[in-house]
């Protein structure tokens, strides 16, 4: 049973169902949120200065990179002028080594004369005192030297690789210990003066192979090798001044001391054919003609003298005493031996030298290109950006000036 108020469907008459209404928000949108919606000219604009962006970016890196080579041929250089400096400091070692070992067999050190720890002086006074002096007079050039090296050694810090950084040290470390080395070799034989002094010489040398490190450049690396290799014979024939010099004051060789000279012969044989293997043409040009024809009369001087060394021991006092074509006698021989190398060790320095002053060259000369190419970056990427945003200027007042056109022309 239903009632008139009520409707069939169970609801009464005067409700009537509402609909949920849908509720959408209009948000008024930005002109510049869309891109399309943006005018020519701005959308011009904005396309250019994102290219613009990006160039400045490419040629930021570039230029970057050009000043990181050009602060790490810097360094380069910084090794290269440190290297010709220590090839001073191991060629003034060099001439305080051969003049000890001769101050220390004119004492009378590698004699048969000593006895019960007395050292008998095997010269006269006056001619010890000489070879005191020309001691002393070397180790005041090597001073000299070994102070100029150890500034320069001393200001390779961290910005370098390890190997130049540990070398530097470690002859920074040996300069500091010269007055021991020197009180060191003036009481033993002049072999043992020879090898103490040679193992400081090769710690130079090692430093003098860092000079191209981290450079990646085959020129430096070849004067270097160059450098090392005429470093390194001249070094063996500085040896043999010293250890032959020695045996001459003393009349014999001390033990070993003749099997190190053949070694040392040997040593600059093969590192002189290293010098020929990495050597410009200019370069062993230069040694050829002023090397070779004082080397080869130093050659034909040790012959002679090593024959009348190994001569019995009975006839050694007639080979030194009778003239020969070498003019040998016991006053004159080791002297006349000392000048001949002397000479030939000094061409040698120069020609060394020379090396090493390409290696300077060389550095700064890919330090002055890095820079120039630093520089041509920057002025051409700074250039690039001037003339785009030139052209941006000129595009954006041609394409406002059609908008206006169009305004008018549609008005």
Do not use: C
């Amino acid at each position: 049973m239903t009632s008139s108020d009520v409707p069939a469907a169970g609801r009464p008459a005067d409700r009537i169902a509402i609909r949920p209404l849908a509720v959408r928000l209009h948000v008024r949108r930005h002109p510049t949120a869309s891109l399309g919606r943006w005018p020519a000219t701005r959308r011009l604009v904005a396309v250019i200065v994102v290219a613009v962006l990006v160039g400045a970016a490419a040629g930021g890196l570039r230029v970057a990179s050009a000043v990181s080579a050009a602060a790490g041929y810097a360094r380069t250089t910084q090794l290269a002028v440190l290297g010709q400096q220590v090839t001073v400091l191991a060629f003034a070692l060099e001439n305080e080594r051969d003049a000890t070992a001769a101050f220390v067999a004119a004492s009378g050190y590698d004699s048969q004369l000593s006895a019960g720890g007395i050292t008998s002086r095997i010269v006269a006074a006056p001619v010890l005192l000489a070879y005191q002096a020309q001691m002393k007079h070397a180790e005041a050039a090597t001073d000299a030297a070994a102070s100029r090296a150890a500034g320069l050694a001393a200001r390779i810090g961290g910005a370098f690789p390890a190997g130049p950084q540990s070398k530097a040290a470690q002859v920074v470390a040996d300069i500091r210990d010269i007055p021991g080395l020197r009180s060191g070799s003036v009481t033993g034989t002049s072999l043992s003066a020879v090898q103490n002094y040679s193992a400081v010489i090769a710690d130079v040398f090692a430093l003098d192979d860092q000079i191209s490190a981290g450079s990646g450049d085959s020129a430096l690396g070849a004067d270097v090798s160059t450098l090392g290799a005429l470093s390194r014979a001249q070094d063996q024939a500085s040896q043999q001044r010293a250890i032959l010099t020695a045996a001459l004051l003393s009349r014999q060789f001390a033990p070993g001391a003749q099997q190190a000279l053949a070694t040392a012969q040997a040593l600059e044989s093969a590192d002189l054919l290293t010098f020929q293997e990495s050597a410009t043409t200019a370069q062993e040009n230069a040694f050829v003609n002023v090397v070779n024809g004082s080397q080869a009369a130093a050659s034909g001087l040790m012959t002679g003298f090593v024959a009348g060394l190994d001569g019995p021991a009975s006839s050694r006092g007639a080979l030194l005493s009778r003239a020969t074509p070498v003019q040998m006698n016991p006053a004159s021989t080791p002297n006349t031996w000392y000048t001949a190398m002397s000479s030939t060790l000094d061409r040698m320095q120069g020609v060394g030298l020379r090396v090493a002053a390409a290696a300077v060259a060389r550095g700064e000369a890919l330090h002055a290109g890095a820079l120039r190419s630093a520089e041509l970056s920057a002025a051409v990427t700074v250039g690039a950006a001037i003339v785009v945003l030139l052209l941006t200027l000129f595009a954006a007042r041609s394409a406002s000036g059609d908008e206006a056109s169009r305004g008018r022309a549609g008005a």
